[in-house]
């Protein structure tokens, strides 16, 4: 009775083999589809893309620092508030540069002054040569008259004499007039009481005093936020000592640190999408390569590794890529510095250079070129103030010329 029951379970393995056999080829048949939709990816897409998440937002941390040593009156700026470039931050006292600015200013006046003098001098020996050159005349004729009767013996021989003696001294007196026009010249000529040496030296010192006159308030060189505040009212300062700092943040860019070997076609110029932890994957940045650091993370740490030690270790190295961002998104989606970011640069795109093609960034500030200006404006007021308008005081070299000829001419009609 057991041989017909085993005959009829014998067909129940095959059935079950074929079954396996149908799992497994459809278990092939799924790996080979995925490995071909992974190869075309990876051929059309991800070989065109290198990622990291080792990367951070980074951006200028702009200084404030003193110029002039003085004692803080006022801080009108604080961490996390916003400054525009131009506002005061931090004022100094400004008492002992106030008195040094007004020793230099009246310095300048009383140089303007003495300057103006020069001036008016070469017109009185000019008087005086004219005068000199008409008592020589004199003494000439009056000698020229005695000659002419000393044979009749009117005149003695000691009136000739004497009248020789005063054409004699006339002539002495009119070479000393010319000598001392001669000399005061030396000290007018070719410039005018506002170019004059000695005014210029005094402006100088007038410039140097208002300079650091005015940089006992310190303006904030860019617009953005203040951080790492630490100057307090009563604090004697110095030059070169940290107050605050400001972080413009619609300037930030990310410093993406990739593997070595991910940098053999990544070029400047290339498209990067960025997301940032801050705001999750909904938000996504945009930007472009800007440029390579030119060594390692590690080359330029505090303690640099030493490879050529004995128990040297191979680490595969990091480079600093920077990635500029789209500066709209920014004002959409403000970063602060050192945020984490996961970076994704499109590499298919080639023809970029690597550090050649690299552009140069400047970064200024024009707060501090009123200081100049205003200086200038004041040494503009003295001047004007002590120069005058009277004779011998010109205000240029063609007005000078023009105001000599006038007091020559009015010199000889006197004497006419």
Do not use: C
């Not at 508030?81 to 310095?107: F, H, R």
């Not at 005695?146 to 002495?172: F, K, L, N, W």
């Not at 140097?208 to 310190?218: M, Q, V, W």
């Not at 128990?311 to 890529?321: A, C, F, T, Y």
Request: proline share 4%; no cysteine; glycine share 6%.
């Amino acid at each position: 009775m057991s041989d017909p029951q085993q005959t009829a379970a014998a067909p129940a393995p095959k059935q079950s083999n074929g079954k396996r056999r149908r799992l497994m080829t459809l278990i092939v048949l799924v790996i080979i589809i995925a490995a071909v939709a992974y190869g075309l990816y990876y051929f059309l897409v991800a070989r065109f893309h290198e990622a990291t998440d080792d990367a951070y937002v980074n951006g200028n941390v702009v200084q404030i620092t003193p110029q002039v040593v003085g004692t803080v009156i006022s801080v009108n700026a604080d961490d996390t508030q916003t400054v525009k470039v131009g506002d005061p931050l931090v004022a100094l006292d400004p008492a002992d540069s106030k008195v040094a600015l007004d020793q230099a200013e009246a310095n300048l006046a009383q140089t303007v002054r003495q300057v103006r003098t020069f001036f008016v001098n070469n017109n009185q020996y000019e008087a005086q040569i004219a005068l000199r050159k008409s008592d020589l005349s004199r003494a000439q004729d009056d000698l020229k008259r005695r000659m002419q009767v000393a044979q009749t013996g009117a005149v003695s021989q000691e009136e000739i004499s004497h009248a020789r003696d005063a054409v004699r001294g006339a002539q002495a007196a009119l070479d000393s007039a010319e000598q001392e026009l001669a000399s005061n010249r030396s000290l007018t000529a070719n410039t005018t009481i506002a170019d004059h040496p000695n005014v210029l030296a005094a402006a100088a010192k007038v410039r140097d005093s208002y300079i650091n006159y005015a940089r006992n308030t310190l303006p904030a060189p860019v617009t953005g936020y203040v951080a790492k505040r630490s100057v307090q009212v009563g604090q004697r300062v110095a030059p070169g000592n940290p107050l605050m700092a400001i972080v413009p943040l619609n300037a930030v860019w990310v410093d993406a640190n990739f593997k070595e070997v991910q940098l053999k076609h990544m070029r400047i110029g290339q498209p990067v999408e960025l997301t940032a932890d801050l705001y999750g994957s909904s938000v996504v940045f945009h930007g472009k390569v800007i440029g390579f650091s030119a060594g390692t993370g590690s080359a330029f740490s505090l303690l640099p590794a030493q490879n050529a030690t004995g128990n040297w270790i191979k680490v595969v190295q990091r480079l600093p890529v920077r990635i500029q961002l789209d500066p709209k998104e920014l004002e959409q989606h403000p970063l602060r510095i050192g945020l984490s970011m996961n970076v994704d640069v499109t590499i298919k795109d080639e023809g970029g250079g690597q550090l050649g093609n690299a552009q140069n960034t400047v970064y200024q500030t024009n707060v501090f070129d009123n200081y100049g200006a205003q200086a200038d404006q004041e040494i503009a007021r003295i001047i004007q103030q002590n120069a005058g308008t009277g004779a011998g005081a010109p205000a240029s070299s063609s007005t000078s010329s023009a105001h000599g000829r006038a007091t020559k001419s009015a010199s000889a009609a006197k004497l006419m």
